[in-house]
């Protein structure tokens, strides 16, 4: 039987000829010419001025907290759905994330919900575009300018989304990204962060390498990380990037061929939600059973694995994780990420897998 997998690079340019410069040179380790190359490609994708190349994604949302003056005690607005690095990351520095709910449809942050939260304490709030779908950030950013807050872009799952024709990683302070293996661009672990700020960008330069001051080798006036990414995964970002339109594409081609192909479960499935003011990217296409649970929900994932085709679940809310665990309600998050699979979502998803994927879910539902 024929096994689809939820998710898996493509990796059909130039990364075999970019990683056999590097070893062909010696340059493998956090300099060379591939990292630098690789910056300025990303900056210019996301038309910002600065792009810092980091060795993965978590640590690009811990940079960019440090560089921004995060301290221990004060608080961070966080959606309960996201992958558990935006909350963790926020606890690296010594700062409470503070939950919110979110959207129907899109599972992004609910900004009404954010404003409830905003206290004294809070600094800053950070929007995760989930799943590849841009949170609304015109709300965001409003209420971010009117109590004085920043706003970082959790960005990791949503390299070329857009908001009202801009893309994200220049809507905020600034973004972060991450390049997994099951990404949209990846370098195998990788991150970037993304801002127009100068002196941020500067900051995050700074502690990215230890804190040395880049005027005086080995002189280190801050305590800093080793955060730096290497000469090959950038070799392979780079690559990556030469073919990010057609990996655009070839996504938006796949969600719509699972759209004409599942339109007769509507009945029992909620497929994807598009904001008229977002273009998304399908770094996952998520379905929500309708009128069911995740008891029902693992039956029918099983069901599909045994078929030969690889799900996973919508990420649980933070809420009810251990170290995160609220015996508040959050109404949205309770009942859609019960509800969610991500369906098998790359390049090499083909009509045919879709064809068979939709037959699977129609026996699977019964």
Not at 5 to 15: I, M, T, Y
Not at 87 to 104: K, S, T
Not at 120 to 127: E, H, L, S
Request: glycine share 8%; hydrophobic share 40%.
């Amino acid at each position: 039987m024929k096994r689809i997998s939820v998710a898996q690079p493509r990796l059909a340019g130039n990364e075999r000829d970019y990683v056999l410069d590097c070893l062909d040179t010696s340059w493998i380790s956090s300099v060379g010419k591939y990292i630098g190359a690789f910056e300025q490609a990303f900056a210019e994708f996301c038309s910002v001025k600065h792009a810092i190349a980091t060795n993965n994604g978590t640590t690009a949302l811990h940079l960019a907290l440090v560089a921004m003056g995060l301290q221990p005690g004060e608080e961070v607005i966080v959606p309960t759905v996201t992958y558990i690095a935006t909350a963790n990351a926020v606890r690296y520095c010594g700062a409470i994330p503070v939950l919110v709910d979110v959207c129907e449809g899109t599972m992004n942050i609910d900004p009404a919900d954010i404003e409830r939260k905003i206290t004294p304490k809070t600094r800053g709030i950070i929007p995760v575009h989930l799943y590849g779908h841009p949170a609304d950030m015109g709300a965001i950013s409003e209420l971010a300018h009117k109590h004085g807050l920043w706003v970082l872009e959790d960005a990791a799952e949503a390299h070329g989304a857009e908001y009202q024709g801009k893309r994200v990683g220049g809507l905020g302070t600034c973004a972060t990204f991450s390049f997994f293996g099951n990404k949209i661009i990846t370098t195998g672990e990788g991150g970037m962060i993304t801002t127009d700020d100068d002196d941020l960008a500067a900051r995050l330069r700074l502690l990215r390498g230890q804190g040395m001051d880049p005027k005086r080798r080995y002189w280190f006036p801050v305590i800093g990380y080793n955060y730096r990414m290497t000469n090959i995964q950038a070799a392979i970002g780079l690559a990556q990037l030469e073919n990010v339109d057609a990996a655009l594409f070839e996504r938006e081609r796949l969600a719509r061929w699972y759209d004409e192909a599942l339109k007769d479960l509507r009945d029992r499935l909620v497929l994807p939600a598009e904001a008229a003011w977002a273009k998304q990217v399908y770094w996952m296409y998520n379905i929500f059973l309708r009128d069911e649970g995740e008891e029902r929900r693992d039956a029918v994932m099983a069901k599909l694995d045994s078929l030969g085709i690889e799900t996973r679940p919508v990420f649980y809310p933070m809420h009810v994780m251990p170290p995160y665990a609220e015996n508040t309600s959050y109404p949205v998050a309770d009942t859609w990420a019960a509800r969610g699979i991500n369906l098998p979502t790359h390049q090499d998803v083909t009509q045919e897998d879709v064809a068979h994927i939709a037959a699977a879910l129609a026996e699977s539902l019964t």
